[in-house]
């Protein structure tokens, strides 16, 4: 979760369109896999140069290419040639750093979405930028690394049950965004869970660490949301779009995500509002805890403080003492002692200090 | 009160209208109950089938459907063909984690609210999802659980006056979200009386409970709010509609439905700043008793450290000391003593530390 | 300025329309009185049934009743019949809960809003709905309670004088929620008195009772804002009504008020603002006076823990304690203490602690 | 900068129209100039009664006549008559309570903006309402004391360079409003050198004055933006007027201003934001000198509460003593005291106390 | 990052179109250079007088007139003369505190922008005003120092590959567009860089340095997002043109360049949030010092005190005090004091303050 806009200067000065890949790498090696169906047939090949893809392309069936690992700009570079891409979506698709987006070329629609996975330790959640092309009978999706993101909707496909085989790419580019969305609320199942566990501690034994879980929390809150507002804006754009790739049967199914992307949002912002509340309680148990030190030192210091004073006026070396004198002075001196603690004590009771 | 998120991620990479609840289950069987009326006369019966729903259906009379009870999916799925529900429809009646809103499919209105209980203990507040369905002549009502929320609807239907028995489907849509939404004044006067209460307490004596309470409440707020900014724009939805379903005259009755809703979102956002303003009371009384801790301490400490000292002075084992061999010299040091700590307390008295 | 939604509830399962009226009984019966004018011409009669307006009603004067007194649901119902108020618009009446708002109804434009009144013993403010029908060639108004406020309006009718004998039904409804909204200024002047003598308060002895002034000044604030707020709206309304019965040359007197009302707004949100800042100087000036203790403490204890740990050398038994038996050892031991003690004041005064 | 909604409410009950001078006579007569100007010439005149306007008033020149004071109300209701003012105008130019705004009444269109002064002991600024009637071949300026504020417009249009003889009544608006407008800038300075004193003195030596100061700027800005933010609005509508008095070539000088309208915004919103940012250093800085303060209590206490109780534990009267016998029982003693405050040091060298 | 509206008091009171330079002279002298370009050719030039500039001007291929350095008030009114510039573009040109905004002026549009860079030490950010005339053939760029910004667009320009030859003043314009906001980046990484740094200074060592660098960093934000957020709107307002000056096609590049602009503030407003959060760790780990500094001194006074007391009432002179003359009363006493102490700190231990 550190701060992705670093690499982004190195682009400066660059004329636009300069294919250059801003990002970690995350794969070995660039994969391409192309799926081909109609609700007869489908077939799915892995393929190692761009030109294997002609083919599909010009079939009246649904292509489905899907690029893994940006690294090689000259493999995107082509793609771009066989379906007509513009060099700054091009650009875009490389620039991992996107803001999610729609944008209309009139021949293709461009849509740019973030998801998220739990990197090694699982303390951290790591963006992944997922771009998709739908053009005319294709769609192309490039993602960052090797997941299981998309594995179901392969998986669909492939059985051939459901609406998808028999619909067209617009309907597979909706299957796609939608289970990006979808995969938000395990994003934010597992971020709850958390909240629960530093709630928990907070409420048992607040500490710097709760204090440093809760600002952590909050900062990815703060992360998802910078990807997801404008998520929203996106899938609305997509759903109200004037373009002949996108029938108008298929509004009512991106509605549907947008309303589930609102619901992420809701969840967002009442997980931010949780957050905010655990840190009013962290901060005011900290002074709770300091008005209990407080009262420590001053029980102790208030019943002690008189008796080694009155114990030190009969430790003064006075010639003429007349209670030194007394048989029973030590005990009546001892005796006050005892009141005056037992009187103190009384007090701290009345004032529910102890 | 818990996150209500969690079931949802079940649903990730299904195709759309997988027919699936996310929810508890809250009743044991799912009961429906068919209300079938006119002007002249009414009908009441409890169903087995949705088959037996048929004949109402198709006379000219208002055929309400209620059902209770959302875990048998085979039932819904039967409603949906005999009444021509969109699978998303169905889909969205099944997921009970979804915001307020209102989406016109042409045959037919789909609304989905929220309403509130208190759970068990009367601590916490459980929302349940309303689902009504307003097609030509019927209306269908979805609830997750047994309760009395539409019984004065029904005694209304059943006892035939009022405008209800002489209008139509529209008009017992509208009466039902009155129901639900004045059902929220009955929620927000008992928060408004546990924040009565609270305040009272904080002001008694402000503990760490009271803190606990107020960010209890404050949640509960956030949480009902999250339900009720989206109810505004769902029934400003509805009384504006350009449907054929709801006829023009019922725009009116939407319309003061809808000044119910802003009365309800005024009183929690007066909530809402009420309970700010007593957290604000609660940090200043912490600090408030820190300074009363504090003063407590310091006089003490002022009033004895000195004459400790002097009595120390006195205790030293010096062969010459003049005062020591004063006849009245004890006596004398008794009275500066008692004359130091007079003066303190003055001093105190004037500070109006005391 | 307790929570008023509480007999709400009452409510909940009636069907719309049903007259009950929701608030106190602030009269002990309803007053009615018929003000009756035209530029030549005017007539004051106080009336025991609703069929006395009759006669006025349908004269092309202008008719002014006036309702002092909600709880007789009766005497309303009749009203209703005779101008022909719609349901919707009587319970709205007696439901004195109701946030400002204009309606307009065609036959007549409905103008629901609040003025308030100091209680009993100054320290609140209390609402009264008031409520107003403007109709062809007649006005209705409703009050809670007997009150001075349309006073200056009756007299300036009686009187003759100025424009309003000469306007027609909407100039009347125009002085009459100008009253009303010129209300706000002079209870705003009162809160504003109290705002400054909490400040002085605040600067000079800062206690817990001007903490809770402040908070009970935000939380008036906040009621009256909550009253304020859809005034703005309901007055532009009225000025931009397009509706026979505002006449086109009243616009700019209503835009005139609206002006005002935005000043209201402002002073509102200027006094927020100032209590929100004395709330600041509230909580540093706690801390400050924390730091004072401290400091004083502070000062007490480095002064005299090193001199009676002094004391308390030379108040040791040892059998060889060289000093002890010097003559002017006393001596030199009171003139270090004196030394230490003046230091450490030099030191504190050095630290501007003094 | 005291409350100035006070005097308003002595209009309550009044009707619309009647001329009170509502604020503080600020000057001890009123006095009125015409300056009376076109290309070819120019003449200045000081009238003592409105008729003398009126030759200057039908002529083709632009006539400029200036009214400073306003106690007068029957030079002002004189004024109405002869440039045919509506009443409400009057009225708004008499109550100096007025946000800045702009009405366009067909014949004339009036715009009321507020400038500041710096008052006496240049802690305050204070308000003055400048109203401005621009009408066809006339520009009625009020204002409420004398002033050098529009000295350089007279001096522009005497001296006869630049557009300004050249130009229109709407020119010469522009001019007056830019005069204002600029004003804002000056104020703003000596504000944000005020800002900088307090600043320095806040990382010096932050005391109860540098928060008081921190308040007194803060609500200064509250009070400039209460008047800059409907400005933005006045200018817009003026450089929008769809009005003959406005030439369209004019309107791209009101942008200009309108465009150091959001300059002074912005600039008010960078200090409010530096201020807030000064409250909380100054919060955080009484925390701090807080933590130095018990440092140095807490390094005192921890260093002599052992010693003290090492001098008492050999200040016992026991019989049977050992070490009391020891011939370097003493100095033993004291090598160990002073072992364990010089370890004492040393630990609070290493936490960096000291 | 000091105010920089102080200068502008200056031009108060002047007619509009007075050329002044308003800001700092950044340069020795003004700089001027034509570079002429079409597809076939390019020609760059130093030229000393605006005279110089007319047989390029007149020529069909892009000319770019880069002037550095704004105190010539006589250059830039000659090229006004040569290039038909409005008085107030000149005057906005040379007043170096304006708010990015681009205005069509029909003939040319204006754009004003800001970008920034890093002063001697490297504390500070300093801003400078770019201006820049898109006229028909030609380009006029204006900046106040000598900097590599344009370098590598006149590098692409000289070198003639990429589009920028190919295509007219739009895109040149575009392509000094799209360097300011991508220089804005690299400010970016180096503030983030400082953010990182602070934190972890927050995490290891939280001092009053922390405080101030958290304070400054806050400011700069606050000042870049004075500059970014006009800056949004401009190039929105650019890619919307309605003008023929700027070619439908390059319409998808201002859309980049708005993406990236939105990104710069996404960025600016995470580090905000960043910041924020890092303000609240710092005051909660200051009240946690707090706390620890309480905890010692508590414990060190809750031990040595009773211990104390003990030791003075054995140290009392009475005559008959039993315990003094048993024989191993002093070992026994000595016994007791450890006990203590060891139950203290078993009790300190339980409640986890050691």
């Known amino acids: 979760?550190?701060?992705?806009?670093?690499?982004?200067?190195?682009?400066?000065?660059?004329?636009?369109?300069?294919?250059?890949?801003?990002?970690?790498?995350?794969?070995?090696?660039?994969?391409?896999?192309?799926?081909?169906?109609?609700?007869?047939?489908?077939?799915?090949?892995?393929?190692?140069?761009?030109?294997?893809?002609?083919?599909?392309?010009?079939?009246p069936t649904v292509t489905w290419v899907q690029m893994v690992g940006l690294q090689d700009t000259n493999i995107l570079e082509e793609l771009g040639t066989v379906f007509g891409l513009h060099p700054l979506t091009l650009e875009d698709i490389l620039n991992t750093d996107q803001r999610p987006k729609m944008e209309d070329f009139g021949e293709y629609i461009y849509v740019v979405l973030k998801t998220f996975y739990s990197a090694g330790d699982q303390r951290d959640i790591v963006p992944e930028q997922i771009s998709i092309v739908l053009g005319a009978g294709f769609v192309i999706s490039f993602q960052e690394r090797e997941s299981d993101l998309f594995k179901s909707v392969i998986e669909r496909v492939l059985a051939g049950k459901g609406r998808l085989r028999k619909s067209g790419a617009d309907y597979l580019t909706y299957s796609l965004v939608d289970t990006i969305v979808d995969h938000y609320f395990g994003i934010l199942e597992t971020l709850g869970e958390?909240?629960?566990?530093?709630?928990?501690?907070?409420?048992?034994?607040?500490?710097?660490?709760?204090?440093?879980?809760?600002?952590?929390?909050?900062?990815?809150?703060?992360?998802?949301?910078?990807?997801?507002?404008?998520?929203?804006?996106?899938?609305?754009?997509?759903?109200?779009?004037?373009?002949?790739?996108?029938?108008?049967?298929?509004?009512?199914?991106?509605?549907?995500?947008?309303?589930?992307?609102?619901?992420?949002?809701?969840?967002?912002?009442?997980?931010?509002?949780?957050?905010?509340?655990?840190?009013?309680?962290?901060?005011?148990?900290?002074?709770?805890?300091?008005?209990?030190?407080?009262?420590?030192?001053?029980?102790?210091?208030?019943?002690?403080?008189?008796?080694?004073?009155?114990?030190?006026?009969y430790g003064m070396n006075f010639k003429y003492m007349p209670e030194l004198e007394w048989h029973w002075g030590y005990f009546m001196v001892l005796a006050i002692m005892i009141t005056i603690?037992?009187?103190?004590?009384?007090?701290?009771?009345?004032?529910?200090?102890?």
């Open 1 to 59: 979760m550190s701060m992705k806009s670093k690499p982004r200067s190195r682009k400066a000065g660059l004329p636009p369109g300069t294919l250059i890949h801003i990002g970690d790498k995350l794969t070995e090696a660039t994969r391409m896999t192309v799926l081909d169906y109609d609700e007869a047939q489908v077939q799915e090949k892995e393929i190692k140069t761009v030109d294997e893809c002609r083919p599909f392309k010009d079939r």
């Open 194 to 313: 958390k909240i629960e566990v530093t709630e928990e501690a907070l409420i048992k034994d607040p500490s710097t660490a709760t204090l440093q879980a809760i600002q952590h929390l909050k900062r990815k809150m703060l992360f998802l949301r910078k990807s997801v507002w404008p998520l929203r804006e996106t899938i609305n754009s997509l759903g109200r779009a004037e373009s002949s790739l996108i029938h108008e049967s298929s509004g009512i199914y991106f509605k549907d995500i947008y309303d589930h992307t609102i619901q992420v949002i809701d969840t967002i912002e009442t997980f931010r509002d949780m957050l905010s509340g655990m840190l009013d309680i962290y901060l005011s148990s900290i002074s709770n805890r300091m008005n209990e030190i407080m009262k420590m030192l001053t029980i102790i210091a208030t019943i002690f403080m008189p008796l080694t004073f009155l114990a030190g006026v």
């Open 341 to 354: 603690a037992v009187l103190m004590l009384f007090y701290f009771r009345k004032r529910k200090w102890l």
